[in-house]
């Protein structure tokens, strides 16, 4: 586990003991003089499965995938660059791994008034930590824009004037051996439109032909909800999902529309079903209520992989389209929310 801001080390020398003595707790913390501090708690502690790291939260000295437990103790609300913190959990939590921290959040809807900064200003003096807190709201986003799922703020306390300290929970998607759930990044863009044009190339993937640009592919989807799986060894892309809007009336907010190609050397391991459902959580973490789709009758494989994760049929458009010069039917799928909307 990794604790960041230990300060004087108390929670990182408890998790120490839960980890057991074939566990690891490391103890980050930027300052020299508090790593001094922990070190001697350390030792009259008698902990001896502590490492001691100099750095901070936004760069964090550890390999990607290193640690199971992410916590943190009224830190985070002290960065700067609070959502380079939050990337840099997602990368050193290792998939399926957990990240939950008590911080201080605010209210959304502070409007800037002078009174409004006063009682503030009042609450800082009172407490401490709140001057650069997150909106609740804020803090969500930028954790499933770090890649996390299973988002949950539970307020613990209340410390007026729109204050509070709070338990923030989240998760890494669990995903196969040697595999890793991320956002897509633009840096991915060549990996992405091969594993695209793979599919296309099937047959029995979409009425398109070849894969669009990376322009006009990025513009047509979310900026969120948008990943890809991709092999730790060789970094390559071997699965990608992204959704893009049904409308941009209000009353469709909550739903979307998705694709998701998983590269023929991949299949049959896993890939998609894991990939569908990391993604259906982010949804719903995201307000969102039916995910909807169409499929090839002829694409079987996709048909029992969307059926697994939840979607069912809805009807046929008969003969909607022409591809290759033959009028194929489409399968209209969805799959709605227990739990939203």
Known sequence: MLDLGSGGGIDVLLSARRVGPRGRAYDLDA???????????????????????????????????SVDVVISNRVINLSDDKAATLAEAFRVLRPGGRFG??????????????????RRAATERRIGCTAASLTIPRYRDLLLEAGFVGVGVTLT??????????V???????????????????????????????????????????????ERFSAGKLHNLRYVVSDTATGQVVAWVAASRVSTRPVYAGVIEHS??????????????????????????????????????????????HEAVGFRVLGTRERVGRHHGVWRDVLMIERRSTTVG
């Open 31 to 65: 300052g020299t003089d508090m790593l001094e501090l922990a070190r001697r708690n350390a030792e009259e502690a008698g902990v001896t499965n502590v490492e001691f790291l100099h750095g901070t939260i936004e760069h964090v000295p550890l390999p990607a995938r």
């Open 101 to 118: 921290v008590s911080d201080i959040v605010t209210d959304d809807g502070d409007t800037g008034t002078a009174e409004e900064l006063r």
């Open 157 to 166: 306390a209340d410390h007026g004037d729109g204050v509070h300290s709070a």
């Open 168 to 214: 923030v929970k989240a998760r890494k998607p669990r995903i196969g051996p040697g595999l890793e759930f991320r956002p897509m990044r633009d840096t991915d863009a060549e990996q992405v439109l091969e594993v695209y044009q793979l599919g296309l190339d099937s047959g029995q993937a979409s009425f398109e032909t070849t894969a669009p640009s990376w």
């Open 260 to 305: 998701v190609y998983v590269h023929p050397g991949y299949r049959a391991c896993g890939i998609g079903r894991a990939l569908l459902t990391a993604f259906i959580e982010a949804g719903e973490d995201s307000g969102i209520w039916t995910v909807q789709s169409g499929i090839f009758p002829e694409n079987t494989a996709s048909l029992a992989l």
